[in-house]
């Protein structure tokens, strides 16, 4: 197989593996996949999940206390994955596509 080509497929097997790897440790938002509707009858933030379950005041602070953190504190592992990923692509491409050199003998 030809080195260029062969560069190639392993960058592309880099990237497949780090999007996989970044799907599995990304953590999710507070309270995303609520089962059961806890509301009872208190003060509400005015919001609602997909099943019309209103947030409490408590709940909607700590979704939006999560939404405004930096990327780096809310998904580590998938950030340090991501530049693991663009550091390897770029290696291998560079080494892959690069002329060899000739003797001058």
Same mark, same amino acid.
């Given at each position: 197989?030809?080195?260029?080509?062969?560069? $190639?497929?392993?960058? *592309?097997?880099?990237?497949? $593996?780090? &999007? *996989?790897?970044? !799907?599995?440790?990304?953590?999710?938002?507070?309270?995303? !996949?609520?089962?059961? =509707?806890?509301?009872?009858?208190?003060?509400?933030?005015?919001?609602?999940?997909? !099943?019309? =379950?209103?947030?409490?005041?408590?709940?909607?602070?700590?979704?939006?206390?999560?939404?405004?953190?930096? &990327?780096?504190?809310?998904?580590?592992?998938?950030? *340090? *994955?991501?530049? &693991?990923? &663009?550091?390897? $692509?770029?290696?291998?491409?560079?080494?892959?596509?690069?002329?060899?050199?000739? !003797?001058?003998?």
């Amino acid at each position: 197989m030809n080195k260029k080509i062969k560069s $190639v497929l392993i960058a *592309i097997a880099i990237v497949v $593996v780090s &999007i *996989i790897a970044i !799907n599995v440790t990304t953590n999710h938002q507070p309270y995303e !996949n609520r089962s059961t =509707c806890d509301y009872k009858g208190g003060p509400t933030s005015g919001f609602e999940d997909e !099943n019309d =379950c209103p947030y409490t005041i408590k709940e909607a602070k700590e979704i939006t206390d999560y939404q405004a953190s930096p &990327i780096f504190t809310r998904q580590p592992v998938g950030v *340090i *994955i991501f530049f &693991i990923a &663009i550091t390897s $692509v770029i290696t291998v491409l560079i080494k892959g596509l690069k002329k060899p050199k000739k !003797n001058k003998e």
